[in-house]
């Protein structure tokens, strides 16, 4: 069974920084796909960016490309997402999901919500 334990969220003003953290344990074998969604009320949960560990390839929605990176530290089974340039339309509420032993893409589009197995809490992020 896998835990995942998200942090690093707060309030910022547009422009300002956040750095999310996606803490992990439990049974990761091998490599795996972990990515960062976000929600508001009312609304689906949108991916943001998704890395493959062991191998590092990212993918990440036009919204955020250039101002959002996603990292792993192997050492620590953690998964960051550094988030600068914010903006109002960030906020929302983040999530970090793990497929183990999976790709990340799926029939040659970006593994979706629906295709991850574990899911934290999620932290949330306001941007004003």
């Known amino acids: 069974h896998v835990q995942l334990v998200e942090s690093g969220g707060g309030s910022v003003q547009a422009g300002g920084s956040l750095r999310l953290s996606c803490g992990a344990s439990g049974s990761i074998y091998g490599d795996a796909c972990v990515g960062w969604f976000r929600q508001v009320l009312g609304k689906g949960r949108e991916g943001v960016a998704r890395i493959l560990t062991g191998v590092g390839t990212t993918d990440y929605v036009d919204s955020v490309k250039g101002r959002f990176t996603i990292s792993e530290d192997n050492a620590n089974d953690t998964i960051y997402l550094q988030m600068n340039s914010l903006k109002p339309d960030d906020t929302a509420r983040y999530y970090c999901?793990?497929?183990?032993?999976?790709?990340?893409?799926?029939?040659?589009?970006?593994?979706?919500?629906?295709?991850?197995?574990?899911w934290g809490q999620g932290t949330q992020v306001t941007v004003s």
């Open positions: 999901a793990v497929e183990p032993g999976g790709s990340c893409s799926v029939g040659g589009r970006p593994r979706e919500a629906s295709h991850f197995s574990y």
